[in-house]
């Protein structure tokens, strides 16, 4: 009688133990609809970050976006963002009203306006490491390039 309630207990812990491994995974999936709210960074020094931050304030005022993540180079100004689920459907349109906000607020300004989550991601990296002091000024200009030369092949 010992041994089945052994084996019962065996057999619990078992499925307790393979449900905590599947709610870790769900809880890695549902990093991609979390906010990290990354601050702006400036690659060609810090000049234009009280503008950066504009931009961030101006994008974020709008209310189909979370998360937004700004970066400013020497060339222009890459702005990367996360749409709510249910806004998805209307992503054209939110692209086109707020480059057009942007443009008329910062005429100046050279913008690249990117939804695309792996931009998105690219950017958070890019912030990350300027934010450690493990890229220099230089080579962090370099790698926006690079990301704004994505967002440009994925259109």
Not at 132 to 155: C, H, L, P, W, Y
Request: with cysteine; proline share 3%.
């Amino acid at each position: 009688m010992n041994w089945i309630r052994f084996i019962i207990a065996l057999i619990i812990l078992a499925g307790l133990t393979s449900c905590t491994d599947k709610q870790q995974a769900k809880d890695s999936r549902l990093a991609l609809m979390k906010t990290t709210d990354p601050k702006p960074i400036v690659t060609d020094g810090k000049a234009g970050s009280d503008q950066a931050e504009k931009i961030k304030h101006k994008v974020s005022s709008f209310p189909e976006i979370y998360d937004v993540a700004v970066v400013k180079g020497k060339k222009g100004t890459l702005v990367a963002y996360k749409v709510k689920h249910l806004q998805r459907f209307n992503m054209k349109k939110i692209e086109q009203k707020m480059t057009k906000k942007l443009e008329d607020e910062f005429p100046k300004e050279n913008f690249t306006v990117s939804s695309d989550y792996k931009i998105f991601l690219e950017v958070v990296r890019l912030n990350e490491k300027m934010h450690s002091g493990s890229i220099s000024d230089r080579q962090a200009d370099k790698r926006f390039n690079e990301i704004v030369e994505m967002t440009e092949d994925m259109k």
